[in-house]
């Protein structure tokens, strides 16, 4: 017998169930590149620290945004230390 999930029960914080963890996160800086088919998000967790993400987006197909660097896992203590190494792992970020 499969369990049914209700998908806004999730959103609502921290949920484990036996197939899914969601954890909230607050983007507290997105900064995008000149042509804007790549977006770097810092992030804060709910355990106060930082992480960043790198995403892209094919203007053609209007998609929407596909992640691409696979840093979130990264943890900083502060948003400036996010930024810091996501200028050192983000190459279009420092040009």
């Known amino acids: 017998m499969t369990q049914q999930v209700n998908p806004l029960a999730l ?9 899914y963890i969601v954890k909230k996160k607050i983007i507290v800086r997105s900064i995008n ?3 804007k088919s790549l977006c770097l998000d810092i992030f804060q967790r709910e355990d106060n620290t ?12 209007n998609e929407g945004w596909y992640k691409v660097g696979f840093f979130g896992d990264n943890i900083f203590s502060s948003e400036d230390e996010a930024y810091k190494n996501a200028c050192k792992s983000v190459v279009w970020l420092n040009g």
């Open 11 to 19: 959103l609502s914080g921290n949920n484990i169930n036996e197939n």
């Open 50 to 61: 930082f992480g960043f993400e790198e995403y892209r987006r094919d203007s053609e197909t």
């Open 33 to 35: 590149n000149t042509d």
